[in-house]
T-cell receptor
């Protein structure tokens, strides 16, 4: 079975500063990895996903994530955040071939002007 | 395309009452899911359905039942609501593509309060 740990429940940053949201996973098999974003009072939407190939994955809104198999991590980064990035971010994992996602606890990103 | 829609958006129940949350998708997806979201716990899978007419338990199925009679609809029932079922419920759907993983598309959620 897979599990996901998001190491920070809340991350406050100033506008235009860089940000990194950390995600570690546990699995005994090869996995697919995802980051979802949830804006206030909305459902989740996909930011980016790692399936195979290049370990650096680029997503929407200027976000990117790096898959590190040896450290079982999939950290999300953005070089310069905007007020509009205020949201909750969820890391998720599934084993290859499975249909179910396992989500982390979420990280609330707050942008201060 | 409306994507994934959920009704109702808000609901207040008294302990012991029953209700059905409705989910519909217009993307012809095979798989559908029900999650609950609680503060600090992320999303937890209640039930999922890999195809019309089939359902399987997820991580937290107790106190819920589901129905997938039509491909586009997935219903979540609470037979006897309890305060512990106060939560935000999300429905999602995904396509199955041979050899490839899938992306789940989420509805806007139903906020349920049980008093």
């Amino acid at each position: 079975a897979q599990s996901v740990t998001q190491l920070d429940s809340q991350v406050p940053v100033f506008e235009e500063a860089p940000v990194e949201l950390r995600c570690n996973y546990s699995s005994s098999v090869s996995v697919y990895l995802f980051w979802y974003v949830q804006y206030p009072n909305q459902g989740l939407q996909l930011l980016l996903k790692y399936l195979s190939g290049s370990t650096l994955v680029k997503g929407i809104n200027g976000f990117e994530a790096e898959f590190n198999k040896s450290q079982t991590s999939f950290h999300l980064r953005k070089p310069s955040v905007h007020i509009s990035d205020t949201a909750e971010y969820f890391c998720a994992v599934s084993d290859q071939g499975a249909q179910k996602l396992v989500f982390g606890q979420g990280t609330r990103l707050t942008i201060n002007p | 395309n409306a994507g994934v829609t959920q009704t109702p958006k808000f609901q207040v129940l008294k302990t012991g009452q029953s209700m059905t949350l409705q989910c519909a998708q217009d993307m012809n997806h095979n798989s559908m899911y029900w999650y609950r979201q609680d503060p600090g716990m992320g999303l937890r899978l209640i039930y999922y359905s890999a195809s019309e007419g089939t359902t399987d338990k997820g991580e937290v199925p107790d106190g819920y039942n589901v129905s997938r009679l039509k491909k586009q609809n997935f219903l979540l029932g609470l037979e006897s609501a309890a305060p512990s079922q106060t939560s935000v419920y999300f429905c999602a759907s995904s396509a199955r593509t041979s050899g490839n993983p899938y992306e789940q598309y989420f509805g806007p959620g139903t906020r349920l309060t049980v008093t």
